[in-house]
């Protein structure tokens, strides 16, 4: 349940990433309810980057998740779109997979 509120928060906030940071946690849970606490979040996130829902890397350099699930399913939404560049640091998909995607330097 965590897992998808991010990725739904992902989507309609930035499309293929999320900024993340601890203080973020508290609200999530407050979000999801169901009796879940920020400890709990926080360790469902680390689960996610132990099997690669999230990418690690790119949460440890820029505070973000995202990941190669995430951004294959924002690439078809990107063929709508006038502006198909993303942000190339946090960017993890191959060229080939991208389809279309532009990647842009990070400003």
């Known amino acids: ?25 508290p609200i ?15 360790k469902i996130i680390n689960l996610c980057f132990e099997i690669d829902l999230f990418n690690r890397d790119v949460f440890e350099k820029y505070g973000v998740l995202t990941s190669r699930g995430i ?14 560049s993303v942000i190339a640091d946090y960017w993890v998909l191959s060229e080939a997979d991208s389809s279309g995607a ?6």
């Open 102 to 107: 532009q990647p842009a330097p990070r400003k």
């Open 28 to 42: 999530v849970a407050r979000r999801i309810g169901s009796g879940l606490d920020a400890k709990t979040v926080t």
């Open 1 to 25: 349940m965590v897992y998808f509120y991010l990725c739904q928060k992902a989507f309609a906030l930035h499309g293929y990433y999320l900024p993340w940071d601890e203080s973020d946690a």
């Open 71 to 84: 951004q294959r399913s924002f690439v078809p939404a990107m063929a709508k779109r006038r502006n198909k």
